[in-house]
């Protein structure tokens, strides 16, 4: 049976979860479905202005979207699978207006109530996984910017958090901070490290 045209689809992605700092962050995004977005694709697949401007294209055009976020602290107490999957769930629960299906980009959805399927590839198959995608890509590449500001000499900036040669180098060399994950490495080797020396 053909879904009624009141029948709202929202769409799920995450960002970070590969990250050695800065929380993970998850949007959801129900589109306007008689209203399209040019250039809606993955947002690995565009670069930092095109995503900026769809961006806006999106919440300007879109029903409604939310953010949901694991801090780095749930993150190191639950691991990454389980901190990516609450902060899916704390995205949707946010929407002010519930969708009747949820599709979420990966192969893992979380604990809901809401009809859902989960996409492999989503983010470049389905329109409101890419939104969902570039949502959560500008918001949390503009946080990693502010955390670059407070905690200058990592490259956050530029790495995004991610474990760039140069990002670990730092982290060998300065030591980390409050927005690193503790239990990713080389933080955790570091911190083994110092454990050693202190016996």
């Not at 961006?55 to 879109?62: D, F, G």
């Not at 399927?117 to 949502?135: L, Q, R, T």
């Amino acid at each position: 049976m053909k879904p009624h045209e009141n029948y709202l689809v929202a769409g799920v992605d995450e960002v970070g979860r590969g990250c050695l700092a800065g929380d993970v962050l998850a949007a959801a995004v129900i589109l306007q479905p008689k209203k399209l977005i040019d250039d809606l694709i993955d947002s690995k697949a565009i670069n930092a202005l095109q995503r900026s401007f769809v961006y806006k294209e999106i919440i300007q055009n879109c029903i409604c979207y939310s953010i949901g976020r694991a801090s780095v602290d749930e993150i190191d107490r639950f691991n990454i699978l389980q901190a990516t999957l609450l902060a899916m769930k704390r995205a949707v629960d946010s929407l002010v207006i519930k969708p009747h299906r949820v599709m979420v980009d990966g192969n893992v959805i979380p604990r809901w109530e809401y009809e859902s399927e989960a996409i492999i590839k989503g983010d470049s198959k389905v329109p409101e996984i890419s939104a969902a995608s570039i949502i959560a890509k500008v918001t949390r590449d503009e946080e990693m910017n502010i955390l670059a500001k407070k905690y200058p000499g990592y490259g956050f900036e530029k790495n995004k958090g991610y474990g760039t040669p140069q990002h670990k180098a730092a982290i060998k060399a300065k030591g980390f901070c409050d927005c690193h994950r503790r239990t990713f490495s080389p933080i955790s080797e570091l911190i083994h490290d110092r454990q050693e020396c202190l016996l």
